[in-house]
Nanobody
């Protein structure tokens, strides 16, 4: 079993920055890719960004392109989400997820493991 633990959430002002981290532990970790999703109150969970583990190919939701950067450190089994120029509409619980098989990484059903989530609140 793989455990994913997120950290780095918090309260930040409009225009500020945060960096989320997600570390995988458990049995030997092997992943096709990892992604970040978010869920705002009263809304469905949505995909934010993804990265393939081996080649570090990245992809982003249009509304975060140019503001968010996903990266990974293979040696630490950790994926990051650097969030800059934050807006109030970015307020949500952010989840990381790991996909073991080669499937589209912008779809939540492609993922096998999920973290517990970390709250990001952007105040205007």
């Amino acid at each position: 079993q793989v455990q994913l633990v997120e950290s780095g959430g918090g309260l930040v002002q409009d225009g500020g920055s945060l960096r989320l981290s997600c570390t995988a532990s458990g049995r030997t970790f092997s992943s096709h890719g990892m992604g970040w999703f978010r869920q705002a109150p009263g809304k469905e969970r949505e995909w934010v960004a993804a990265i393939t583990w081996t080649s570090a190919i990245t992809d982003y939701k249009n509304s975060v392109k140019g503001r968010f950067t996903i990266s990974r450190d293979s040696a630490k089994n950790t994926v990051y989400l650097q969030m800059n120029s934050l807006k109030s509409e970015d307020t949500a619980v952010y989840y990381c997820a790991a996909a073991q098989r080669q499937r589209p990484l912008f779809i939540d059903t492609s993922y096998d493991y999920w973290g517990q989530g970390t709250q990001v609140t952007v105040s205007s």
